[in-house]
């Protein structure tokens, strides 16, 4: 149990990637790039929280999504076996053989590929804005812990 738990955060350490590209003053285009084991829940809860790191990092207080879209280019390949075992018992009696062989298959299995892809219009604002009432704010999105994500940013989906 232990051992399997800590593969899996060995696996979610670094499961998302994120760009992001200025589109004007006030926004900018972010593309978020998750893992299959983040699924594409995933990849939304670590675009709305670098949506809310970025607008905290140009300045502003609060953002709107303008436009959104999601990919999901994931895939599920079969693998073939790395071995074989062959186990018999035949028993004979003048000319006649009878028994029975069994092959069992080892290795092998389902290996998942790909990315769940998310890509966001994001408007900033700032507080004295008419339009922050609309908007949501980055600093209460993120919790209490705000200032520690706009240093180090986010890569992961837990």
Not at 70 to 88: E, F, K, L, R, W
Not at 91 to 103: E, F, K, V
Request: hydrophobic share 35%; glycine share 12%; net charge positive.
């Amino acid at each position: 149990m232990k051992r399997s738990l800590l593969v899996m955060c060995v696996l979610l350490a670094g499961c998302a990637e994120t760009s992001v590209t200025p589109i004007s003053k006030n926004s900018f285009l972010l593309d978020v790039s998750a893992e299959p084991v983040c699924g594409s829940t995933g990849a939304s809860k670590v675009a709305g929280k670098m949506a809310a790191i970025e607008t905290l990092r140009a300045g502003y207080d609060g953002f709107l999504i303008q436009g959104a879209g999601m990919q999901n280019n994931t895939q599920v390949i079969q693998t073939a076996p790395t071995g074989a075992y062959t186990s018999s018992t035949y028993t004979g009696y003048g000319n006649t053989m009878t028994g029975h062989s069994t092959t069992s298959y080892t290795g092998g299995g389902p290996m998942i590929l790909g990315s769940y892809d998310q890509r966001l219009v994001v408007r900033m604002v700032k507080r004295n804005e008419q339009l922050f009432k609309q908007a949501v704010d980055a600093r209460q999105y993120l919790g209490a812990d705000w200032q520690e994500l706009v240093k180090s940013g986010i890569n992961t989906c837990t």
